[in-house]
């Protein structure tokens, strides 16, 4: 069997923000299963699309998610990320 999950890249690293908003690119990578290199992509994406904000904290950057946006995809456009990231505590 092939080995997925519900949430794609982009969801996993918006949880582990979520949960932890100074976590560096490199353990955001750890914790999703991918590389550092995804990570910052990814982190680009939701920065741009929004969803995340970037603020310059030392040598680090620490990211703020902003919950009251809609999710992207039509079947899910009622349903604001904040909906999704209180599934995860």
């Known amino acids: 069997m092939a080995n997925w999950t ?10 582990a923000i979520a949960q932890d908003a100074d976590l560096t690119i490199d ?12 990570t910052a992509g990814i982190l680009n994406d939701l ?9 310059k904290v ?8 902003h919950g009251e946006l809609a999710m992207r995809h039509p079947l899910n456009e009622r349903t604001s990320v904040a909906d999704l990231l209180a599934l995860f505590g």
Do not use: M, P, W
């Not at 920065?47 to 603020?55: I, Q, R, S, T």
């Open 27 to 38: 353990q955001i990578s750890a914790r999703v299963g991918i590389t550092a290199r995804a």
């Open 58 to 65: 030392g040598r680090n950057n620490r990211y703020t998610v």
């Open 6 to 15: 519900f949430l794609t890249h982009h969801g996993h690293v918006l949880v």
């Open 47 to 55: 920065v741009d699309a929004g969803y995340l904000v970037k603020e």
